[in-house]
Protein backbone atom coordinates (compact mmCIF):
# COMPACT_ATOMS: atom_id res chain seq x y z
CA UNK A 1 0.00 0.00 0.00
CA UNK A 2 1.32 3.59 -0.93
CA UNK A 3 2.06 6.11 1.73
CA UNK A 4 -0.70 8.14 0.01
CA UNK A 5 -3.13 4.92 0.00
CA UNK A 6 -2.65 4.66 4.15
CA UNK A 7 -3.32 7.94 4.47
CA UNK A 8 -6.56 8.47 2.93
CA UNK A 9 -7.45 5.40 5.19
CA UNK A 10 -6.76 7.11 8.07
CA UNK A 11 -8.52 10.28 7.09
CA UNK A 12 -11.69 7.72 6.37
CA UNK A 13 -11.39 6.05 9.83
CA UNK A 14 -12.93 7.22 12.78
CA UNK A 15 -11.60 9.80 15.63
CA UNK A 16 -8.67 12.29 15.53
CA UNK A 17 -5.15 11.26 14.37
CA UNK A 18 -2.55 12.20 16.78
CA UNK A 19 0.66 13.17 14.89
CA UNK A 20 3.57 13.97 15.89
CA UNK A 21 6.22 16.22 14.44
CA UNK A 22 9.96 14.56 13.10
CA UNK A 23 12.89 16.53 12.01
CA UNK A 24 15.23 13.46 11.12
CA UNK A 25 15.25 9.46 10.12
CA UNK A 26 15.74 8.79 13.73
CA UNK A 27 13.14 10.86 15.24
CA UNK A 28 10.69 9.58 12.70
CA UNK A 29 11.54 6.13 13.79
CA UNK A 30 11.16 6.80 17.18
CA UNK A 31 7.25 8.12 16.39
CA UNK A 32 6.63 4.73 14.61
CA UNK A 33 8.52 2.77 17.54
CA UNK A 34 5.54 4.25 19.38
CA UNK A 35 2.30 3.16 17.76
CA UNK A 36 1.67 6.37 15.83
CA UNK A 37 0.14 5.76 12.30
CA UNK A 38 1.81 9.40 11.06
CA UNK A 39 4.31 11.61 11.51
CA UNK A 40 4.71 15.52 9.96
CA UNK A 41 7.87 16.84 8.73
CA UNK A 42 8.08 19.88 10.54
CA UNK A 43 10.11 22.74 8.39
CA UNK A 44 10.89 24.76 11.73
CA UNK A 45 12.62 21.52 13.34
CA UNK A 46 14.20 20.40 10.01
CA UNK A 47 15.71 23.62 9.50
CA UNK A 48 17.32 24.05 12.99
CA UNK A 49 18.16 20.44 13.61
CA UNK A 50 20.08 19.65 10.32
CA UNK A 51 20.94 23.00 9.24
CA UNK A 52 20.97 25.22 12.68
CA UNK A 53 19.18 27.86 11.02
CA UNK A 54 15.86 29.57 11.41
CA UNK A 55 12.58 28.31 9.21
CA UNK A 56 12.90 31.83 7.45
CA UNK A 57 13.27 30.16 3.77
CA UNK A 58 16.87 29.32 3.92
CA UNK A 59 16.91 26.36 2.59
CA UNK A 60 16.25 25.35 -0.90
CA UNK A 61 13.75 22.54 -1.82
CA UNK A 62 16.68 20.26 -2.72
CA UNK A 63 17.60 20.49 0.55
CA UNK A 64 14.18 19.61 2.51
CA UNK A 65 13.66 17.15 0.01
CA UNK A 66 16.62 15.29 0.61
CA UNK A 67 16.15 15.38 4.35
CA UNK A 68 12.60 14.09 3.78
CA UNK A 69 13.68 11.59 1.63
CA UNK A 70 15.88 10.13 4.80
CA UNK A 71 12.42 10.54 6.91
CA UNK A 72 10.74 8.69 4.52
CA UNK A 73 12.37 5.66 3.92
CA UNK A 74 13.45 4.92 7.63
CA UNK A 75 9.97 3.95 8.52
CA UNK A 76 6.69 2.64 6.98
CA UNK A 77 4.25 4.97 8.19
CA UNK A 78 2.95 7.59 6.48
CA UNK A 79 4.76 11.20 6.46
CA UNK A 80 3.33 14.29 5.50
CA UNK A 81 5.84 16.63 3.88
CA UNK A 82 6.40 20.39 4.52
CA UNK A 83 6.51 21.58 0.64
CA UNK A 84 6.38 25.54 1.79
CA UNK A 85 5.18 27.30 -1.28
CA UNK A 86 5.84 25.59 -3.74
CA UNK A 87 9.24 27.18 -4.56
CA UNK A 88 7.95 29.35 -7.03
CA UNK A 89 5.00 29.91 -9.75
CA UNK A 90 2.67 26.72 -10.65
CA UNK A 91 4.88 24.55 -12.44
CA UNK A 92 7.49 24.80 -9.53
CA UNK A 93 4.56 23.77 -7.40
CA UNK A 94 3.78 20.68 -9.80
CA UNK A 95 7.35 19.69 -9.54
CA UNK A 96 7.39 20.10 -5.48
CA UNK A 97 4.48 17.76 -5.27
CA UNK A 98 5.71 14.84 -7.60
CA UNK A 99 9.17 15.31 -6.32
CA UNK A 100 7.92 14.71 -2.67
CA UNK A 101 5.71 12.02 -4.08
CA UNK A 102 8.09 10.34 -5.33
CA UNK A 103 10.53 10.44 -2.24
CA UNK A 104 7.89 8.74 -0.40
CA UNK A 105 5.54 11.47 1.35
CA UNK A 106 1.77 10.37 1.62
CA UNK A 107 0.99 13.93 1.70
CA UNK A 108 2.46 17.31 1.13
CA UNK A 109 1.91 20.97 2.63
CA UNK A 110 1.32 23.78 0.07
CA UNK A 111 1.44 27.39 1.21
CA UNK A 112 0.38 30.93 0.68
CA UNK A 113 2.91 32.64 2.27
CA UNK A 114 5.43 35.00 -0.18
CA UNK A 115 8.76 33.74 -0.06
CA UNK A 116 10.76 33.91 1.79
CA UNK A 117 8.52 32.37 4.19
CA UNK A 118 8.03 32.17 8.05
CA UNK A 119 7.32 29.99 10.55
CA UNK A 120 3.88 30.09 10.95
CA UNK A 121 4.14 31.48 14.54
CA UNK A 122 6.83 33.87 14.24
CA UNK A 123 6.46 37.62 13.05
CA UNK A 124 6.83 39.59 9.81
CA UNK A 125 4.91 36.97 7.76
CA UNK A 126 3.38 38.10 3.99
CA UNK A 127 1.24 36.28 2.02
CA UNK A 128 0.28 36.23 -1.47
CA UNK A 129 -3.13 37.48 -2.81
CA UNK A 130 -6.22 35.43 -3.38
CA UNK A 131 -5.40 34.33 -6.80
CA UNK A 132 -1.95 33.45 -6.88
CA UNK A 133 -2.62 31.60 -3.70
CA UNK A 134 -5.51 29.12 -5.15
CA UNK A 135 -3.84 28.53 -8.21
CA UNK A 136 -0.88 27.38 -5.99
CA UNK A 137 -3.46 24.74 -4.60
CA UNK A 138 -4.56 24.50 -8.29
CA UNK A 139 -1.28 23.46 -9.70
CA UNK A 140 -0.38 21.05 -6.55
CA UNK A 141 -4.05 19.37 -7.29
CA UNK A 142 -3.46 19.07 -10.95
CA UNK A 143 0.19 17.40 -10.09
CA UNK A 144 -1.13 15.10 -7.82
CA UNK A 145 -4.74 13.90 -10.45
CA UNK A 146 -1.87 13.88 -13.34
CA UNK A 147 -0.60 11.00 -11.68
CA UNK A 148 1.73 11.82 -8.44
CA UNK A 149 0.29 9.29 -5.64
CA UNK A 150 0.40 12.29 -2.69
CA UNK A 151 -2.49 13.99 -1.04
CA UNK A 152 -2.65 18.06 -0.85
CA UNK A 153 -2.46 19.75 2.35
CA UNK A 154 -3.38 23.49 2.11
CA UNK A 155 -2.68 25.89 4.32
CA UNK A 156 -3.09 29.80 4.45
CA UNK A 157 -1.48 31.90 6.87
CA UNK A 158 -3.93 34.84 6.41
CA UNK A 159 -5.42 35.08 9.89
CA UNK A 160 -2.21 36.88 10.93
CA UNK A 161 -2.26 38.84 7.74
CA UNK A 162 -5.51 39.56 6.62
CA UNK A 163 -7.56 38.54 9.48
CA UNK A 164 -9.73 35.41 10.10
CA UNK A 165 -12.93 35.88 7.50
CA UNK A 166 -10.27 35.93 4.90
CA UNK A 167 -8.56 32.84 5.68
CA UNK A 168 -12.05 31.18 5.75
CA UNK A 169 -12.49 32.44 2.29
CA UNK A 170 -9.45 30.98 1.18
CA UNK A 171 -10.07 27.82 3.06
CA UNK A 172 -13.02 27.23 1.58
CA UNK A 173 -11.52 27.95 -2.00
CA UNK A 174 -9.00 25.60 -1.26
CA UNK A 175 -11.19 23.09 -0.58
CA UNK A 176 -13.41 23.62 -3.87
CA UNK A 177 -9.82 23.67 -5.62
CA UNK A 178 -9.76 19.83 -4.85
CA UNK A 179 -7.32 20.12 -1.52
CA UNK A 180 -7.80 16.83 0.29
CA UNK A 181 -7.15 18.95 4.06
CA UNK A 182 -7.55 22.02 5.41
CA UNK A 183 -4.52 24.14 7.39
CA UNK A 184 -5.40 27.64 8.77
CA UNK A 185 -2.38 28.20 10.36
CA UNK A 186 -2.56 30.28 13.65
CA UNK A 187 -5.93 30.71 15.40
CA UNK A 188 -5.79 32.86 18.40
CA UNK A 189 -8.87 31.11 20.64
CA UNK A 190 -11.54 28.15 20.90
CA UNK A 191 -14.45 30.48 19.32
CA UNK A 192 -11.60 30.94 16.40
CA UNK A 193 -11.46 27.22 15.76
CA UNK A 194 -14.57 26.21 16.00
CA UNK A 195 -16.23 29.41 13.70
CA UNK A 196 -13.19 28.15 10.91
CA UNK A 197 -14.71 24.64 10.83
CA UNK A 198 -18.04 25.49 10.98
CA UNK A 199 -17.56 27.85 7.90
CA UNK A 200 -15.06 26.23 5.99
CA UNK A 201 -16.16 22.49 5.97
CA UNK A 202 -13.53 20.10 5.13
CA UNK A 203 -10.88 17.79 6.89
CA UNK A 204 -8.74 20.30 8.85
CA UNK A 205 -5.69 20.06 10.47
CA UNK A 206 -4.69 21.46 13.83
CA UNK A 207 -1.38 23.19 14.30
CA UNK A 208 -0.51 23.07 18.09
CA UNK A 209 2.74 25.04 18.94
CA UNK A 210 3.61 24.98 22.76
CA UNK A 211 3.51 28.92 23.93
CA UNK A 212 2.15 29.77 20.17
CA UNK A 213 -0.90 31.59 19.24
CA UNK A 214 -3.28 28.69 19.33
CA UNK A 215 -5.10 27.37 22.30
CA UNK A 216 -3.26 23.77 22.95
CA UNK A 217 -6.58 21.54 23.71
CA UNK A 218 -6.54 18.36 24.24
CA UNK A 219 -7.38 15.90 21.19
CA UNK A 220 -10.80 15.20 22.21
CA UNK A 221 -11.62 18.61 22.26
CA UNK A 222 -10.23 19.35 18.75
CA UNK A 223 -12.61 16.17 17.79
CA UNK A 224 -15.39 17.92 19.08
CA UNK A 225 -14.84 21.28 17.37
CA UNK A 226 -14.21 19.75 13.88
CA UNK A 227 -10.50 19.13 13.82
CA UNK A 228 -9.38 15.36 12.08
CA UNK A 229 -5.49 16.01 12.56
CA UNK A 230 -3.84 17.23 15.59
CA UNK A 231 -0.27 17.96 14.34
CA UNK A 232 2.86 18.80 17.45
CA UNK A 233 5.59 20.60 14.97
CA UNK A 234 7.89 21.01 17.79
CA UNK A 235 7.38 19.06 20.67
CA UNK A 236 10.24 16.24 19.85
CA UNK A 237 12.78 18.69 18.57
CA UNK A 238 12.03 21.12 22.03
CA UNK A 239 12.19 18.07 24.09
CA UNK A 240 15.84 16.76 22.67
CA UNK A 241 17.08 19.99 22.76
CA UNK A 242 16.20 20.80 26.34
CA UNK A 243 17.08 16.85 27.52
CA UNK A 244 20.98 17.49 25.50
CA UNK A 245 21.05 20.78 27.01
CA UNK A 246 20.84 18.93 30.63
CA UNK A 247 22.97 16.80 30.16
CA UNK A 248 25.63 19.00 29.08
CA UNK A 249 24.95 21.51 31.93
CA UNK A 250 25.28 18.76 34.69
CA UNK A 251 28.58 17.14 32.21
CA UNK A 252 30.54 20.72 32.51
CA UNK A 253 29.28 21.01 36.31
CA UNK A 254 30.45 17.71 37.23
CA UNK A 255 32.15 15.67 34.90
CA UNK A 256 29.15 13.07 35.11
CA UNK A 257 25.51 13.09 33.93
CA UNK A 258 22.87 12.92 36.05
CA UNK A 259 20.13 12.80 33.46
CA UNK A 260 17.85 9.58 32.84
CA UNK A 261 19.66 8.32 29.73
CA UNK A 262 18.14 5.33 27.57
CA UNK A 263 20.13 1.89 27.38
CA UNK A 264 22.59 1.22 25.17
CA UNK A 265 20.83 -1.90 24.02
CA UNK A 266 17.71 -0.10 23.56
CA UNK A 267 19.38 2.53 21.60
CA UNK A 268 21.43 0.21 19.35
CA UNK A 269 17.95 -1.69 18.50
CA UNK A 270 16.71 1.84 17.83
CA UNK A 271 19.46 2.47 15.13
CA UNK A 272 18.96 -0.87 13.75
CA UNK A 273 21.90 -3.16 15.16
CA UNK A 274 19.70 -6.15 16.21
CA UNK A 275 17.50 -5.89 12.59
CA UNK A 276 21.17 -5.71 10.94
CA UNK A 277 22.62 -8.61 12.59
CA UNK A 278 19.27 -10.85 12.05
CA UNK A 279 19.58 -10.66 8.62
CA UNK A 280 23.02 -10.83 7.67
CA UNK A 281 22.91 -13.99 9.28
CA UNK A 282 21.53 -15.01 6.05
CA UNK A 283 24.53 -14.55 4.61
CA UNK A 284 27.48 -16.29 7.04
Not at 33 to 44: D, E, I, R, V
Not at 57 to 82: C, F, K, N, W
Not at 140 to 168: F, K, N, Q, Y
Not at 250 to 277: C, I
Amino acid sequence: MSAAQKVRDQLNAPGILTVPSCFDAISARLIEQHGFPMAFMSGFATAGANFGVPDLGLLSYGEILDQGRLMTHAVSIPIIGDGDTGYGNALNVKRTVNGFADAGFGCVLIEDQAWPKRCGHTAGKQTVDFDEAVTRVKAAVDARDEGADILILARTDTRATHGLEEAIRRANAFRDAGADILFVEAPKSEAEMRQICAEAPGVHLANLVEDGDTPMLSPEQLQDIGYKLAIYPLTLFSASLQAMSNVLSDLKATQQHSQELMRFSTLQDLVGFKDYYEASERYE
